[in-house]
């Protein structure tokens, strides 16, 4: 051979590799593009709306950039019904659990309080953080598969990674929740780390490695509450290797150290919180568990033996209903990725089963993703809700590492025959493209134009918030009907406390009891479907109001600043402890018969804000009455808006009109009849004093005026 050529075969023998690596990265590099256009894409506008826990979410992260010393937030209901669990627990400026919500780990708010800070409160920087997680957890896979297969040929090792990359990629499972401002993506990408940086400390040697992997291991239990079962399947994957090694312990005692300590150490201010607290490490398990769909304790058996084939099916055949986890029935996977999935599967079952017969030591890295699987599904397993595609996130790096071993397998089989590989290849390619094509279109068309997709991300929530943030700060803006979830509308109005803006109060227009608002402030009803009473209520009570805006979500009434807020049609001032005012009343002129009702409307301004919630009575009284041992005849005691609008939610200034209909007896003599009113608190029957100018006592009662009962 000449010199010429040996040094033109030298070339080539140094030039391929570093093209083939050039190669190789530019594919990652392509790869990881794709996940980020998947995933980026259209992200301040799909999903629509902001569905109640992303704005929960929002709201924490919001509360830890203020700095509050209780940086939760909590619905109405939960204050009601967890009242003393969350009461019992420390409140600092940096929580190590989030208790609202049924108790949530705390690395996606702080997390999520780092993109609010970069990009404000808006729903793109709640769900950037899962969207950017998304495109990670690519990476993520990719060096879990190259360190699964370091003994492997090189070359086949980068194949599998970048095919493992580009599933993790194109899945339509995992762009849906990469889009989703919730945490199920961070169990993901921790999960993937833990066991990428264990593998790399086996193939290493090197304790740091082992530190790290303790490291993630310990902060999983800080990303989502499956993540509890992930030390499972790494003690079970570990004890596998080391009982496939003579003398594991003996000469790894260094890494298994540096590996426990760290994970101790991480997870050590979490479990001191569990110790203290420990009604909060079942807390959230016990409701998603039996209580999704109300299954009691004794149907726990038969809801885990049905669970198995929804789980099953849940991967090949049926998927999750939730719209907003899913398009409604997809699997979590298509049919290409299926095949290769099984695939996959029964090709590390059988490379591990010849191991055990031959050397397991050289197939112990695969048995990491057998052990994986059944772990990581136990979350959706053991809740009555399965499949739940978001509490079995934690099986995607591995099922997308088996899909990767299953195409390089067909490939490995195919290669050297020459037809037959050129068909494998075009099949690889063309699922490849199949799942791609398919991801985009059930995403982007199919899932983004679902008729009930702005319903279930409350986008009438967000509408809502957004036209009262419009709305003029010192203006009063009430809402009905409530809502228990009232998340969305809140984080839509912005931070109440340094902006300045409008807050929202509810009211139960069927209640009869309308908040007027506040002398000279313009006040907005805001009127959402499904009442139909609060329109012609507000028409009535405040008629110089009018429709300012209608449409599909709400409907808006406006009371404009100038003018008399309530004209009552007798004017009568009294004065209750200085925290409530009477402004009059309006009654309908008698007589009145026997059967019939005293309807009576009252007007009443709140001079102050007030602590208690009292309950205001009216009654009828005349000659005495054998059945009450006194001159009572008539009466009604409630809290305004029959407890729906108590004083203890009135703003000082506040302008409150509400009804009272007290029933005439069948029994009752004809006559003339005094009405008196007052408040009173309900747990001590104590009245509230009337008090004069100079706040001294007089009365704990006020009459109104006589009314005449015909015969």
Same mark, same amino acid.
């Given at each position: 051979m000449s010199a010429k050529h040996q040094l033109l075969v030298a070339d080539v023998s140094i030039v391929s590799p570093l093209r083939r690596k050039q190669l190789h990265r530019l594919l990652l590099l392509v790869i990881i593009l794709l996940a980020a256009v998947l995933r980026l894409y259209r992200l301040d506008a799909l999903p629509p709306g902001l569905y109640h826990d992303e704005a929960y979410n929002g709201l924490d992260a919001q509360a830890l950039l203020r700095g509050e010393r209780r940086p939760l937030f909590h619905e109405v209901w939960e204050q009601t019904a967890f009242a003393d669990e969350l009461d019992a627990l420390p409140h600092g400026r940096f929580p190590i659990f989030f208790a609202g919500n049924y108790g949530r780990e &705390?690395?996606?708010?702080?997390?999520?309080?780092?993109?609010?800070?970069?990009?404000? =409160?808006?729903?793109?920087?709640?769900?950037?953080?899962?969207?950017?997680?998304?495109?990670?957890?690519?990476?993520?896979? /990719?060096?879990?598969?190259?360190?699964?297969?370091?003994?492997?040929?090189? #070359?086949?090792?980068?194949?599998?990674?970048?095919?493992?990359?580009? $599933?993790?990629?194109?899945?339509?499972?995992?762009?849906?929740?990469?889009?989703f401002g919730i945490r199920p993506m961070l169990l993901a990408l921790v999960a993937a780390l833990t066991f990428a940086s264990l593998l790399r400390g086996l193939n290493t040697r090197n304790w740091l490695y082992w530190a790290i992997g303790g490291f993630w291991l310990g902060l999983s239990l800080y990303t989502y509450t499956p993540a509890r079962v992930l030390p499972l399947a790494v003690l079970g994957w570990l004890g596998v290797v080391a009982w496939s090694e003579s003398g594991f312990f003996r000469r790894r005692w260094r890494e298994w150290a540096a590996f426990a300590v760290v994970a101790a150490l991480v997870v050590a201010p979490l479990a001191v919180f569990f110790i203290r607290y420990p009604e909060w490490i079942w807390f959230r398990a016990q409701y998603v568990a039996t209580d999704a769909v109300g299954v009691e304790a004794e149907s726990l058996g038969g809801m885990l033996a049905s669970n198995v084939g929804r789980v099953l099916g849940g991967l090949f055949l049926i998927g999750e209903e939730n719209l907003r986890h899913n398009l409604p029935g997809r699997p979590m996977l298509d049919p290409v990725q299926a095949s290769w999935f099984l695939l996959g599967l029964l090709l590390t079952i059988a490379q591990v089963a010849r191991g055990l017969t031959r050397c397991i030591s050289r197939v112990t890295f695969q048995t990491l993703l057998l052990i994986w699987l059944p772990v990581m599904l136990l979350p959706t397993y053991l809740t009555s809700d399965a499949p739940h595609f978001g509490r079995a996130i934690g099986i995607t790096p591995a099922v997308a590492g088996l899909m990767a071993l299953g195409m390089d397998g067909a490939w490995t089989w195919a290669r050297g025959r020459k037809w037959v590989s050129w068909a494998v290849m075009l099949a690889l390619a063309a699922g490849l493209i199949y799942t791609g094509v398919h991801t985009a279109r059930d995403y982007f068309l199919k899932w983004a134009r679902h008729p009930s997709l702005e319903a279930a991300f409350q986008a009438d929530f967000m509408a809502l918030? %957004?036209?009262?943030?419009?709305?003029?700060?010192? !203006?009063?803006? @009430?809402?009905?009907?409530?809502?228990? %979830?009232?998340?969305?509308?809140?984080?839509?109005?912005?931070?109440?406390?340094?902006?300045?803006?409008?807050?929202?109060?509810?009211?139960?227009?069927?209640?009869? =009891?309308?908040?007027?608002?506040?002398?000279?402030?313009?006040?907005? /009803?805001?009127?959402?479907?499904?009442?139909? *009473?609060?329109?012609?209520?507000? !028409?009535?009570?405040?008629?110089?109001?009018?429709?300012?805006?209608?449409?599909? $979500?709400?409907?808006? +009434?406006?009371? &404009?600043?100038?003018?008399?807020?309530?004209?009552?049609? *007798?004017?009568?001032?009294?004065?209750?402890?200085?925290?409530?005012?009477?402004?009059? +009343?309006?009654?309908?002129?008698?007589?009145?018969?026997?059967?019939?009702?005293?309807?009576?409307?009252?007007?009443?301004? =709140?001079?102050? =804000?007030?602590?208690?919630? +009292? *309950?205001?009575?009216?009654?009828?009284?005349?000659?005495?009455?054998?059945?009450?041992?006194?001159?009572?005849?008539?009466?009604?005691? #409630?809290?305004?808006?029959?407890?729906?609008? &108590? *004083?203890?939610?009135?703003? #000082?200034?506040?302008?409150?009109?509400?009804? @009272?209909?007290?029933?005439?007896?069948?029994?009752?003599?004809?006559? !003339?009849?005094?009405?008196?009113?007052?408040? @009173?608190?309900?747990?001590?029957?104590?009245?509230?004093?009337?008090? $004069?100018?100079?706040?001294?006592?007089?009365?704990?009662?006020?009459?109104? !005026?006589?009314?005449?009962?015909?015969?």
């Open positions: &705390p690395l996606f708010y702080y997390l999520l309080a780092l993109s609010l800070a970069v990009i404000g =409160a808006r729903p793109l920087a709640i769900r950037l953080v899962p969207a950017l997680t998304g495109v990670l957890v690519v990476l993520a896979v /990719y060096w879990l598969m190259r360190e699964l297969l370091a003994k492997d040929e090189a #070359a086949r090792g980068r194949r599998v990674a970048l095919l493992a990359a580009l $599933n993790v990629a194109t899945w339509y499972w995992l762009v849906h929740f990469s889009r918030g %957004e036209y009262a943030r419009s709305l003029p700060a010192n !203006e009063s803006v @009430y809402m009905t009907p409530p809502t228990e %979830e009232f998340a969305t509308i809140l984080f839509t109005l912005g931070d109440q406390d340094e902006k300045g803006n409008v807050q929202i109060k509810s009211f139960t227009s069927a209640a009869g =009891a309308v908040p007027a608002g506040r002398e000279n402030h313009a006040v907005t /009803y805001l009127i959402r479907p499904g009442d139909g *009473t609060a329109l012609s209520l507000l !028409e009535r009570r405040l008629a110089q109001g009018q429709v300012v805006a209608a449409g599909p $979500n709400f409907t808006a +009434y406006r009371v &404009p600043a100038t003018g008399p807020r309530v004209e009552p049609s *007798t004017p009568l001032a009294a004065n209750w402890a200085d925290e409530i005012a009477l402004l009059g +009343y309006d009654l309908l002129a008698g007589p009145f018969r026997p059967g019939e009702d005293v309807a009576i409307t009252i007007y009443w301004h =709140a001079l102050d =804000a007030m602590d208690l919630p +009292y *309950t205001f009575f009216v009654h009828l009284l005349g000659p005495f009455n054998p059945a009450t041992n006194g001159p009572l005849w008539g009466q009604h005691d #409630a809290q305004p808006g029959d407890g729906t609008y &108590p *004083t203890d939610a009135w703003d #000082a200034g506040e302008i409150v009109v509400d009804e @009272y209909v007290v029933p005439i007896p069948l029994n009752t003599p004809p006559g !003339e009849y005094e009405l008196e009113v007052g408040f @009173y608190y309900l747990p001590t029957l104590e009245r509230l004093p009337v008090v $004069n100018e100079a706040g001294q006592p007089i009365s704990d009662r006020v009459l109104l !005026e006589s009314v005449r009962v015909a015969d």
